[in-house]
T-cell receptor, first 114, second 110 residues
Framework: ETGVTQTPRHLVMGMTNKKSLKCEQH?????MYWYKQSAKKPLELMFV???????ENNSVPSRFSPECPNSSHLFLHLHTLQPEDSALYLC?????????????FGPGTRLTVT | GQNIDQPTEMTATEGAIVQINCTYQ??????LFWYQQHAGEAPTFLSY????GLEEKGRFSSFLSRSKGYSYLLLKELQMKDSASYLC???????????FGTGTRLTVIP
């Protein structure tokens, strides 16, 4: 495996379900990110982890709960979601102290909330 | 606040040249990224400009003017596979802060 991987690639869940998205990076990076991509909207940064510590939480509702057990793995736990949460969820990683601070993205999880 | 503007859609002919513009306003600025995203795939890095001027990389070039808050991505000798969304992202203060535009959906026609 190389780069950034995400599972599952597609997820359909009801509003009362609990599910988790998984991201793994094989690049030796020290920062990981969750983004939300909705149609015709900019990529929205949700959470940032530097060296496993959460450093950003951009006013994300508590029904989204991130977890970063180590610098290679990142999870997004989902519960009691709303239909407007349907979107593509992208994970990314980067090496924080290394210019140009390029972020490498995974293929995303297409989430549909019914 | 942060504001990144780029056109929503563009169409160009195979073999032609197309320029995708991006204007930005951010509190703090460290550079400008361009990413390419094919439908259903991850965004992939194309270029990063820190200093004013043109950076050329094969068929793709990127330009930055910091004083004008303006960048463009230039694609030459367009190929059908260049049909994709092109995302402009401003690197704000701090190593983690990327602010993205909505993306420009480029369609290359024969």
């Amino acid at each position: 495996e190389t780069g950034v991987t995400q599972t599952p690639r597609h997820l359909v869940m009801g509003m009362t379900n609990k599910k988790s998205l998984k991201c793994e990076q094989h690049l030796g990076h020290n920062a990981m990110y969750w983004y939300k991509q909705s149609a015709k909207k900019p990529l929205e940064l949700m959470f940032v982890y530097n060296f496993k510590e959460q450093t950003e939480n951009n006013s994300v509702p508590s029904r989204f709960s991130p977890e970063c057990p180590n610098s290679s793995h990142l999870f997004l736990h989902l519960h009691t979601l709303q239909p407007e949460d349907s979107a593509l969820y992208l994970c990314a990683s980067s090496q924080v102290q290394q210019s140009p601070y390029e972020q490498y993205f995974g293929p995303g999880t297409r989430l549909t909330v019914t | 606040g942060q504001n990144i503007d780029q056109p929503t859609e563009m169409t160009a002919t195979e073999g032609a040249i197309v320029q995708i513009n991006c204007t930005y306003q951010t509190s703090g600025f460290n550079g400008l990224f361009w990413y390419q995203q094919h439908a259903g795939e991850a965004p992939t890095f194309l270029s990063y400009n820190v200093l004013d001027g043109l950076e050329e990389k094969g068929r793709f070039s990127s330009f930055l003017s910091r004083s004008k808050g303006y960048s463009y991505l230039l694609l030459k000798e367009l190929q059908m596979k260049d049909s994709a969304s092109y995302l402009c992202a401003a690197h704000g203060t701090g190593a983690n802060n990327l602010f993205f535009g909505t993306g420009t959906r480029l369609t290359v026609i024969p």
